[in-house]
């Protein structure tokens, strides 16, 4: 005898990709497909993330060439205009789209990890480990998360791998909440007793045959996160607090637009048209996995 | 209900010192001097070490920290190290209702546009409206509110140069200079807020709309008007207030970025110019008392549930 067949329990909002058979997993397509907002998030997101990849190859200038007439409005050269030193402003953007992606996936994995095995560990083991963890997560849990990151940054200095650390840190509480709520109803289940009696060691209990059956909330925070943490990272660096200036932030690159914007309009408004579209298409993302994996422990308001 | 308020309160103020210890510790561990911001202009050794003695630093950390947390209980965070020098505790009074004016009237924008969206909304389900609310609703999450700031000040300081751009005049010099100020940036701290009041009044709605009690008023033949007034919407409200904590923490989030964008002085000004700075005493002064906000306000809202629903019983 090898593995309890835990996969046929179901713990509410249990899910596993490959646990589905092929028919399931297409009707899951087909769930998401049905949903307007869903599609419009996913082609959106495709389109960004391919843009983001390929940045050299696709800009149609130079981003920090400053080759151009300052402040040129729309045009066919340039789609977006040009900035206050002549800067093709299209360039800039799709050079931006780098950062925030990386700092929105990057922080959601670093948080997602370090949160689920606090998670794992209050809930499983409970008592004083309980306590501990319990205590410094409900001290975060006071905070709003880009309040923490800013927290974070006052101490620990600017610089894009200073603003990933403090947005990653911020989000923490959040995935270990979710997980250890989920882990203290499924640690009741008889397959844990089973696997106990079987004599396996506690971590393969925790991250064989508990930490799957969370995977569907901890899917839908994660999407909800990554777009909270592209709006903080542009936030940080709108204040001058993220990114060094020299780096393509849409947060910098709107900061550094703020004293044209009454003249050069598309300045102010193009910069932060590119946070929103990002930010709109992964939230309804989030949304439709939340109604199709029916998740209950994430809020729309990740704050 | 007394002694539940009275644990809150020791808990509150639990918090209050955790959140104090940890930027006075985080504040010495970084690496370097971190006052050594203090002590730049100061380049002669013997006048660092007459500074250093000056301000305690000579001594052990934790002589440093109980002096330090001694002070702090006395109200006293210290002056900014800049310019007149000014005690911290001063600018945080001038800044704190500015920070609560925004705060107010943020919450009021909200309000006014999330109770009637999100009712119509939960009436009318999948109607085009109720599409189209929603949409709404996920635009006013996704966006950035510093961007919403500036697109405010393009249309209305800028283009049709109906309100000012920046700045921040007290109520005691008029109603209508103080208002004029803060509408722009509360409105764009409301926005968000007001996104997510409207889907949680809209959910609650939709649960309200199923029970029991919404039938009978049915049956009884009571007007529709009344029964949504009467019976719906003040059952519906409660959920809407559990997330008030997190909201309310929302918009002193939103001020925080939104005041910078209209150079109001208000807390989150002070604690970015602070960091920026490197003034320690402010972005330490301006922490905690950010925090306490935080902290005070969201007991408050835990206090008021049973305000609203008697059902719920403090233990």
Redesign the interface.
Known sequence: MTDIPHNQTTTAGAFRADDLPPDRSREALRYLLRDK?AVFGAVVLSVLIVSALLAPWIVPYDPEAMDFGMMEGISWAHPLGTDDLGRDLLSRLIYGARISLLVGFSTVAISLVIGVILGVAAGYFGGITDMVIMRYID?QW???N??IA??L?????QGLLNVIIAISLAFIDDFARIVRGMVLSIREEQYVDAAKSLGYSDARIMFRHILPNTVAPIIVQATVSV?YAI?GE??LS????GVDSDTFSW?LI?ADS?SF??SA?WL??F??CF???T??SI??LG?ALRDMLDVREV???G? | MKQYIIRRLIGAFI?MW??ATL?FV??R??PGDPLAAMLFDAADPDMVEELRRQYGLDQPIYVQYFKWFWQVLQGNLGSSIYGSRTPVTTIIAEAFPRTMSLATLGFFFALIIAVPAGLISAIRKHSAMDHTVT?FA??G????D???A??L??VF??KLQVLPAIGYVPLSQGFWPWLSHIILPAFAIGVGFAA?IT?MIRSSMLEILKTDYMRVAQAKGLREFVILTRHGFPNALIPVLT?MG??L??L??GA??VE??FAIKGLGRV??E???NRDYPV?QGA?IA??AI??FA?LIVDLLYGVVDPRIRFE
């Open positions: 907002k001290l006071a905070f709003p880009f309040i800013v927290y940054v006052a101490v620990i200095g777009s709006l542009a936030g709108f204040l001058g607090l947060g709107l703020r914007i009454s309009w102010g408004v910069p932060g946070i929103m579209i930010v709109l939230n309804f949304d809020k729309s308001v704050v | 918090v955790a959140v930027v985080m504040m561990l970084v949409v996920f635009i999450l996704s966006m950035p510093f961007w919403l500036i697109l000040i393009i300081a800028a997510i889907r997330v997190i909201a923490a929302l002193l989030a925080v970025v910078n964008v604690l970015i602070g960091i920026l972005v922490i950010v925090s935080f902290v969201n």
